[in-house]
């Protein structure tokens, strides 16, 4: 058989152990029910989560009494012995439980109803006698058998052991499967030591961090060009209006006389003493109002005068 790996969900445990039912659908409440029953043949998906291998009977409540869902199985067809399995996950080493609830289809013979149950390699015999049981007074019988698995996934199977063309079989109802080793979350905390907490210290001085700054970028020197020497040139001496128009008389000795532009008067220029004669400078005009011919401070002729 192909072994297929299903979720494991809680479904009609049974009330064997508090541990989740690794089985999907295993108190066959969900599923496609017909009245009075459904004629189930190889294939048939119409219970989620298990697979008709051969011809099953799948019962409702209403036709007989269910064990505590709303429906059960028949594991003789219509007709002949029928077969029902499903696959779930283990884990290899560890130890499951199968539990079930036992009946017998009680409308016919024989009176006593067998079934084998395998899983994982093993292999277990049940029988029923439904004397003094009926649709309404069903007596089911809860039976479980352990089963270390050996590896994963693993395939439980139910088949009944009547003889060919019977109508009547074993019933089944209510079918789990549990996990009977220690959790692994609780292996897991005795597998890894606890790692003591670090101490904790109260007014510790604190280093601070050093600082890290960022390298400083300096902007490229930029030679500049040379300013080019600027040579001021000394504004010229311009003669004034009437040069060369006073005598010589009235002029004064040593002095020359002469006006520079944007200048509002005249200025007398008197060079330094020479031969004996007094040293002295001044500026104004002649008492006389009088020019006389022009010269530079620097004693010399200027050009028109």
């Known amino acids: 058989m192909a072994a297929l790996s299903f979720a494991a969900t809680a479904g009609g445990a049974g009330g064997d152990s508090p541990s989740p039912n690794l089985l999907v659908n295993g108190d066959f409440s969900r599923g496609v029910l017909k ?26 409540a209403e036709y007989w009494q269910a064990s505590g869902g709303t429906a059960s199985v028949d594991l003789d067809g219509s007709p002949g012995p029928g077969e029902l399995a499903q696959d779930f996950a283990t884990v ?92 692994q979350a609780a292996e897991a905390a005795v597998a890894t030591p606890l790692r003591a907490p670090s101490p904790v210290v109260r007014n510790a001085p604190q280093t601070p961090a050093p600082e890290t700054r960022a390298p400083e970028t300096r902007a490229p020197v930029v030679a500049l060009a040379p300013r080019p020497h600027r040579i001021s040139a000394r504004a010229p001496v311009v003669p004034l209006a009437g040069c060369g128009a006073a005598t010589s008389a009235a002029r004064p000795s040593g002095f020359s006389y002469a006006s520079r532009p944007g200048s509002r008067s005249p200025r007398w220029s008197i060079p330094t003493h020479r031969s004996g004669s007094r040293n002295w400078h001044g500026t104004g005009r002649s008492q006389t109002g009088a020019s006389w011919p022009c010269r530079s401070a620097n004693e010399r002729p200027i050009p028109g005068c």
């Open 35 to 60: 009245r009075p029953w459904n004629e189930l043949h190889p294939g048939s998906q119409a219970i989620p989560g298990w697979r008709v291998l051969r011809n099953v009977d799948y019962v409702p």
């Open 92 to 183: 290899p080493g560890r130890t499951y439980r199968v539990a079930f609830d036992l009946a017998a289809n009680a409308d016919g013979p024989p009176r006593v109803k067998t079934l084998l149950v395998s899983v994982a390699g093993t292999t277990h015999r049940f029988a029923f006698d439904q004397t003094g049981h009926s649709n309404r007074s069903m007596g089911y019988v809860r039976e479980s058998f352990d089963f270390t698995a050996p590896g994963t996934p693993a395939t439980l199977d139910f088949a009944s052991l009547s003889r060919a063309g019977n109508w009547n079989g074993p019933v089944i109802a209510e079918v789990s499967v549990v996990d009977l080793s220690p959790p």
